[in-house]
Nanobody, 124 residues
Framework: QVQLVQSGGGLVQPGGSLKLSCGASGGTFSNYSVAWFRQAPGKEREFVAAINWNGYPTFYADIVKDRFTIPRDNAKNMVNLQMNSLKPEDTAVYYC?????????????????WGQGTQVTVSS
């Protein structure tokens, strides 16, 4: 069973960039598809981006496409979320999640393991 630990996040001005990292331990990370979700106050958790266990393909929510990327490095047991051109509406708690042995999904219920969450605030 894998444990996910997140790092990164914080406060950034509109138009800025941030990188979130999701590190894994306790399992063979290359067997897991990984996604990022986010949850703003008073809203449901929503899908942001995902990457299959083998690195292909990647999936993005329309609202972040062309601004966010989700590179993974299985040798380092790491999946990142590179966020560019950030907007105030990107403000939320971001979570990484992993599922074993299947293709990535946009549905939170499909994921078996979750990181602790990290706050991203986009404000001037």
């Amino acid at each position: 069973q894998v444990q996910l630990v997140q790092s990164g996040g914080g406060l950034v001005q509109p138009g800025g960039s941030l990188k979130l990292s999701c590190g894994a331990s306790g399992g063979t990370f290359s067997n897991y598809s990984v996604a990022w979700f986010r949850q703003a106050p008073g809203k449901e958790r929503e899908f942001v981006a995902a990457i299959n266990w083998n690195g292909y393909p990647t999936f993005y929510a329309d609202i972040v496409k062309d601004r966010f990327t989700i590179p993974r490095d299985n040798a380092k047991n790491m999946v990142n979320l590179q966020m560019n051109s950030l907007k105030p509406e990107d403000t939320a708690v971001y979570y990484c999640a992993a599922l074993f042995g299947r293709s990535a999904s946009t549905k939170p219920i499909e994921y078996d393991y979750w990181g602790q969450g990290t706050q991203v605030t986009v404000s001037s």
